[in-house]
């Protein structure tokens, strides 16, 4: 059963920086693409994808310069470094996978599993 499960969110001062965790089992990680979705009240919106193939990353206007996606295949782990935040930044983030998908812009248009979620904080 292919599972991925996020950690690493919480409360944060605007400016102040947080890692999230997604930690994938089930499933050969390495075919995989993975994503970064984010929820707030009323809207949603990805955050970045990472092909499964050559690794190209994409992000959201919104954090580019301040938000690092990287992945640990070794580990089966997916990270996404958030520096510079923002309260905009404020929502429900969740990390989907996408087998043999290659992404089209911040978005994983598609997925096969995508996690419970961690909750991002961010105060002014």
């Known amino acids: 059963q292919v599972q991925v499960v996020e950690s690493g969110g919480g409360l944060v001062q605007a400016g102040g920086s947080l890692r999230l965790t997604c930690t994938a089992s089930g499933l050969r990680f390495n075919d995989y693409a993975m994503g970064w979705f984010r929820q707030a009240p009323g809207q949603e919106e990805g955050v970045s994808c990472i092909?499964?193939?050559?690794?190209?990353?994409y992000y959201a206007d919104s954090v580019k310069g301040r938000f690092t996606a990287s992945r640990d295949n070794a580990k089966r782990t997916l990270y996404l470094q958030m520096n510079n935040l923002k309260p905009e930044d404020t929502g429900m983030y969740y990390c989907?996978?996408?087998?043999?998908?290659?992404?089209?812009?911040?978005?994983?248009?598609?997925?096969?599993?995508r996690g419970q979620g961690t909750q991002v904080t961010v105060s002014s």
């Open positions: 989907a996978v996408a087998l043999y998908w290659s992404c089209s812009g911040s978005s994983l248009s598609r997925y096969n599993v």
């Open positions: 092909n499964w193939n050559n690794g190209d990353t």
